[in-house]
Each structure stands twice: as C-alpha cells, then as structure tokens.
C-alpha cells in the first residue's frame, strides 16, 4: 500500500541527488588531472608542463564519457578502471537523465522510494571509491616523476590559503 511522500523525504531526495552530482564532479575534475598528469609523465597526448594549462582548460569542457574515451586505451590507466568507469557512467546516466522519470512513482511507493535511495547512493560511494582509485593513482605517478608528497601538499596547502583569503 502506498502513502505520499513527506516533505523531509523529498527533501532528503533532492540533498541525495545534489550528493551525487557533487561527487560526480569531483570525478570528473580528478579525471582530467589524472588524464594530464599522466600525459606529462609519460610524455604522450602532446601535453607538457608548458601547455599544461591552456589544455587544463580545453578538457574541463568535457563530459564523464568523453573523459573516459580519452583515457581509454592510454597507458595512463588500466583496462579494469576503465571498464569500471563505463559501469559508473551507465548509473551517472540515470541519476542525471533517468531518475525522476523512471521513479515518479517514488512520491508513492515505499519500494520505489528505497530503490531511488539505493540507487543514488550507490552512485555516491561509487564516486568516492573512484576518487580514491584517481587519488592513489596520481600519487604513484607524482612520486615516480620525482615530486615528492611535502612538495604537493605545500602547494595544496598555498592554494587553499589563497582562496580563503581570496575577496
């Protein structure tokens, strides 16, 4: 039997969702670093500490999919990563385009509701796993190419302090 949604419910949706996007924006931003710092380490895709950049801004226009088919096939990641980035976008697919229409009925339905839950969640931990998976792959790369941890943090840690004090 079902019962309409509450409006904390709804609300506990649509901050779900928004958890989602954000995460799926950090996956994405963790892509395109790992996609250039790859490139530099291992001297392919034309990119170079010089036009790094100018190329930063170029793929920050790109989608989740487009970014997995720039790293798709490169020696920047493995096959397995690349494969579990095609399962993510499917679920990227449907909390993006899908989820509201294939579960409208969750303003209803207990089990729909539970689904969209589930579901968006997932998502949601899948993004942290992936940014876990960039991370450590990023810092192997960093290290292999001479750069020690300190040095990355102390520049992390500059630019935060900028953008604190910036106005």
Known sequence: MG???????????????GEAIW??????DYLIKLYLVGSIHLKINGITGKNVESKSKQYNKKTLGQLIGLLDGSEIV????????KAYNDIRKWVVHNSMRE???CLYSQQDRDFFINRTTKFTDMSVDIQKDI?????????????????????????????????
Do not use: C, M
Request: hydrophobic share 35%.
């Open 23 to 28: 995460h799926l924006q950090f996956v994405e």
């Open 135 to 167: 991370e450590a792959r990023l810092w192997e790369l960093t290290i292999s190419g001479g750069i020690s941890p300190e040095e990355v943090i102390s520049r992390a840690n500059t630019t935060v302090d900028a953008w604190k004090n910036a106005t």
């Open 78 to 85: 493995t096959d397995e990563f690349i494969e579990s980035l």
């Open 103 to 105: 579960t409208e009925n």
């Open 3 to 17: 019962r309409e949604i509450a409006p904390q419910e709804l609300s506990y949706f649509y901050q779900k969702t």
